[in-house]
């Protein structure tokens, strides 16, 4: 799925999954966007580590803070519609 009309962009959460994704991107000369969605108050967050993924696979990079979400219940509906 990386034909698109629009740019494409990748969620990476320093996780095994998005992790993989960004390396096979990488292997294949793509290199999206990677945007992590953080949230200061989290002690144990993936934004470091998926920092340091993106350096490493030279990802253009974007850290997404969610405090500016008013009502974080819109979570599930919102991430039901990504495909």
């Known amino acids: 799925h990386l034909l698109s009309d629009v740019p494409v962009g990748l969620f990476l959460s320093g996780g095994l999954d998005s992790v993989s994704l960004a390396l096979a991107l990488h292997r294949i000369g793509v290199t999206p966007v990677a945007y992590t969605m953080c949230h200061s108050g989290m002690v144990d967050s993936d934004a470091d ?6 350096a490493a696979l030279r990802l253009p990079h974007r850290v997404e803070p969610m405090e500016g979400w008013p009502d974080l219940a ?3 509906d919102l991430l039901g519609r990504f495909d």
Do not use: F, G, K, Q
């Not at 580590?49 to 993106?54: E, I, K, P």
């Open 49 to 54: 580590l998926a920092a340091r993924v993106a």
């Open 74 to 76: 819109c979570l599930p």
